[in-house]
Structures are given as structure tokens and as C-alpha cells.
């Protein structure tokens, strides 16, 4: 992709006015830099982006930024400057330093987010499989798309990795960028709550969101169910076009509906205060696919995609709508089953299974999202559900004892194991979960989550599903100290190989809880 251009210091006041983020400035000279938020980053010439972070505030940095070269400084924390700025220094105060990177960034590409149709998907489970879906359908019907999300970004050949769901803005702005050089006029975009609350999407408009669910997590950012919500709902009343697609799942209580004009629910079984607009009829389902039909209008849609469960029927179908808004036409039914199935989510590690039990990645780290999963696999089988799952350290601990209690009320056995612990101690977090536990019967414990994993698929019977939960595309784990390669999907296939196909009986049994 197209490296950011500098950009002249003239050009930043217009910018940040324009935006509505400029409070005070002063420009010594002219000139032209990167922008940077980085201070150890700097190099001479350039702007340096001070901004109040999760755990550090880079206003403090300012003057090692200055003594690295930076001729250009933009802040909003004036209180943290208990000293002068030098004269030879320009500088702009502005409401918000998150949003006035987001504008920059976008300048410094030249806006090209002005030139494609954007799609954005929110809500707390369910954005990626929505986002990589409607990306898959819009190529299938022969359009160009870009997808951006957890899964990193792609236009159907290319692929960019992202350590975030939404990218930070150079990273985004340079995507968009690629779009507009590469004739791709569509985006399918995830927009997480935290991008909302730091800015990201700032100088976008969407020409059209869904919002797949919302349930508990990410409480240690969030503090409150209620600044969650109003983290999400405010993509919705700040970021769309006027006429733009609105798309919410039934499921989801007191959003505002009346306040858009092309606003839909989508759903089908789980019932809702409005009859949803878009209608879906499960006529087949199995562990790995399902045969469904989209009631809209008066027109019915009836094909066969490869996922299971009805949570991946309601994505598919928010999904639909979304190709069909962005290519003006009905996505044939004829083209659903070639959509591939989305790594991590709800994955069947071994397809071409014989005589062996099935084994499936998800990255189910909800409690509402383990509950759907299990809920739609127990459908699919008479035979019994193992779970493995652990929580992440570092991350919503109230969580922890709720999704314990699910695994325990609806898996047949339940396989407790460390997840990403990050500084926490991995055991500390399982006694947490254990908190949530009350029957303690068909529950084990294993930390090493390779040995979890092991134990469960060579408990299984045939025809048992496996569930490994909380981590899906993931392929690392994160300790304290270190961060090492880890791939569920890869541990779970080396078992099948050497215990169901070639019987090696080496791992000593777990111990079931007392």
C-alpha cells in the first residue's frame, strides 16, 4: 500500500476548522511532516499527535518529541503543559487529538473515503462472520470489495493483517487509499465500540450498518453496560449518510428505529416488538451447513450456505442485504453455498471426518455468543457436547463465572483451560470461572490449553462434537513475558492425527473436579 504523504503545516488549520477541532493555533514557518504519535518515532519536520491513551498520556512526551525534531505539535490537555512551547514551534489546540489524527490521516490520503460506498458493522458478536460474508457475496455477484475487521483486510486476492479490528487511522486511510487506486468502490468495514470511543472512523460516512447483537463485554473499557450501548448506537445516529441502509437484529430492544428512514430488522425465531422486515425461515440445518429462506417484501430467496446454526443464518442474512444494497440486485440464491466458511467461526476442523468425533473452532468469548453456539450444535446432535474454553486475562471479569454456568448447562462436559492470560495468573482466572459453576459433575480442568484440547478430542466418542471456544482465527497465545504461536485449529488437527487415526494413547487422563 501507498505510504502516507507528509503534510504541509499550512494545510492542518483548514482541516482541523473544517472538522470543527480547532480551538487555538499558532504557525512560526512553513513546512511539512509526518504525522506521528509516537515521540520516540519522530524524525525532524514532523507533527507530533500527543493524546491521552488507555494507560499513557503522550502529552508528557512532548518535550522529547520536540528535542527529536518535531516542528509541529497538536494536543487537547492544555493543563499538562507546565512548561512554554518554543516560538520556532508551531502548534494546534483542538477538542479532541484522536479525531483530529483520523482528519489528518484522511488528508494526508487525500480523502478517499469520499469516494467509496462504506458499510460499517457493529455489535457485540457476529461482525466478522456479517462483514466477510456480505464481502464474499458482492465479489460472488462479480463487484469489487474491500473487507476490514478482526480478520485483518482483504479485496478478494489481497490480504493485510491488522492487530486491531478497526485500524488505526494511517492504516485505515492507506486501505481506503488502495480502494480508490485499485477502482474498488465498495467497503464492508467492521466498527468496534472502542473505535467509536477513540475516533477512528471519524471523518467517515457509512452508506449503510447493521448492528448484528449486543451483549456483555468488553466492561473493562467500557465500565457500564450503558456507555457499551451508547458506544454502539452512536455509530448509528453520528456516522451514516442521511438515506443510509440501517440494518438491526430483532433481538436488539429499545434501539431507535423511527429516527431512520431505511431502517429494517432482520430475524426470524426469536421473536422482537416489530415483525422483522427481512424474514428468515430455517428449512435444514447440520453441524456444517443450513438451507434457508429470506422472506423480503414480497419476494422469497431460498438457498443453501455452508455454516450452521441460526446466528450464522441471521449474519448471512444481514449480510444479504448489505450485497444487495451495495450492487443495486437480489444476490442470486444460486451463488450462496460457494460463500467459504469464516476461519474461527463456528469451523469444522475435520470435514472429511470418518469414524471420529466432530471438532469445531469458535471465537465464541461471550457469554451470549458461547450460549448461541452451543444452543445451535446441541440441535445438530444426539450425541454429547464437549466444551473447552478459558477466559482471557486483563479483559471483563464479570464475564467469567457467567460463561462457566453456560458451558456447565448446556455441554455435556465441560474442559476449563487458560485462554490468552495476559499478566493475570491463568489459575486465578479459572477460580474465577469456577465461581459460576454449581453442579461440578463432568468438569475438568487442565491450564495447558493444548492438553485440553488433546484430552477432550481423545475422550470423545464417535460422532461427539467438540467445541473449542474463545480464541477461533487466533494463532497466538499471550502470556505476561511473551507472546507464542499457537493455532486451536492446528493443535486440534495433530490430535486427530495421532490419537483417532493413528491410536496414540500418550496422554495421561485429567482428573474431574471435586
Known amino acids: ?100 489524527w483520523a482528519a489528518l490521516s484522511a488528508q494526508a490520503y487525500g480523502n478517499p473515503q469520499n469516494k467509496l460506498s462504506l458499510y460499517g458493522v457493529t455489535g457485540t458478536n457476529g461482525k466478522t462472520s456479517t462483514t466477510q460474508m456480505a464481502g464474499q457475496l458482492i465479489r460472488l455477484c462479480g463487484s469489487k470489495c474491500l473487507t476490514i475487521g478482526t480478520l485483518g483486510a482483504s479485496d478478494g486476492t489481497k490480504h493485510w493483517p491488522s492487530p486491531h479490528t478497526t485500524p488505526d487511522p494511517p492504516e485505515l486511510f492507506a486501505l481506503l487509499n488502495h480502494c480508490v487506486e485499485n477502482h474498488i468502490p465498495t467497503v464492508i468495514m467492521e466498527v468496534s465500540s472502542h473505535a467509536m470511543e477513540q475516533q477512528k472512523v471519524f ?95 414480497e419476494k422469497e430467496f431460498k438457498g443453501e450456505f455452508p ?102 448447562d448446556y455441554a455435556n462436559f465441560l474442559v476449563l483451560t487458560s485462554d490468552n492470560p495476559r499478566s493475570e495468573n491463568p489459575e486465578t482466572i479459572i477460580e474465577d470461572m469456577k465461581a459460576g459453576l454449581c453442579k461440578n459433575r463432568n468438569t475438568f480442568v487442565e491450564i495447558n490449553r493444548e492438553d485440553a484440547i488433546s484430552f477432550a478430542i481423545r475422550k470423545a466418542i464417535q460422532d461427539d462434537i467438540v467445541l473449542i471456544a474463545g480464541k477461533g482465527h487466533e494463532n497466538y497465545q499471550i502470556f505476561k513475558d511473551k507472546k507464542i504461536p499457537f493455532s486451536d485449529h492446528e493443535i486440534a488437527m495433530h490430535c486427530l492425527e495421532t490419537f483417532w487415526r493413528n491410536h496414540d494413547d500418550s496422554l495421561d487422563i485429567l482428573q474431574t473436579m471435586a
Open 1 to 100: 500500500m501507498k505510504a502516507m504523504n507528509p503534510i504541509s503545516y499550512q494545510s492542518i488549520f483548514p482541516t482541523l476548522d473544517t472538522w470543527g477541532l480547532l480551538k487555538r493555533s499558532h504557525l512560526s514557518r512553513p513546512g511539512q511532516g509526518s504525522l506521528q504519535i509516537n515521540s520516540q518515532s519522530i524524525t525532524r519536520g514532523d507533527v507530533f499527535i500527543a493524546m491521552q491513551g488507555t494507560s499513557t498520556n503522550s502529552h508528557a512526551f512532548i518535550p522529547q518529541a520536540i528535542e527529536s525534531g518535531a516542528h509541529f505539535l497538536i494536543f487537547d490537555q492544555t493543563d499538562t503543559l507546565t512548561f512554554p512551547l518554543p516560538e520556532q514551534v508551531s502548534w494546534a489546540e483542538v477538542t479532541n487529538s484522536r479525531a483530529a
Open 307 to 408: 455454516f450452521s446454526g441460526f446466528h450464522n443464518a441471521e449474519n448471512f442474512t444481514a449480510a444479504w442485504a448489505i450485497a444487495r444494497d451495495a450492487i443495486g440486485k437480489d444476490p442470486d440464491p444460486s451463488l450462496w453455498k460457494q460463500v467459504k466458511p469464516i476461519p474461527g467461526r463456528c469451523e469444522v476442523v475435520n470435514p472429511n471426518r470418518k469414524n471420529e468425533p466432530t471438532v469445531i473452532i469458535d471465537f465464541a468469548h461471550t457469554p451470549d455468543a458461547l450460549k448461541t453456539v452451543l444452543l445451535s450444535l446441541k440441535k445438530t446432535t444426539e450425541q454429547r457436547l464437549w466444551l473447552v474454553f478459558g477466559c482471557g486475562g486483563d479483559r471483563d471479569k464479570g464475564k467469567r463465572p457467567k460463561m462457566a454456568k453456560i458451558g456447565e
Open 203 to 297: 471523518p467517515l460516512k457509512f452508506s449503510g450498518g447493521a448492528f448484528t447483537s449486543f451483549s456483555q463485554d468488553h466492561l473493562d473499557f467500557h465500565k457500564t453496560m450503558g456507555a457499551y450501548w451508547e458506544a454502539k448506537l452512536a455509530f448509528f445516529t453520528t456516522k451514516l449518510e442521511e438515506n443510509a441502509l440501517v440494518l438491526v437484529n430483532e433481538t436488539i430492544k429499545n434501539f431507535p428505529m423511527h429516527q431512520f428512514k431505511n431502517g429494517m430488522t432482520y430475524g426470524g425465531l426469536a421473536g422482537s416488538h416489530h415483525p422483522p422486515s427481512l424474514k428468515i425461515l430455517l428449512n435444514e440445518s447440520s453441524s456444517e451447513n443450513q438451507i434457508i429462506t429470506i422472506q423480503y417484501t
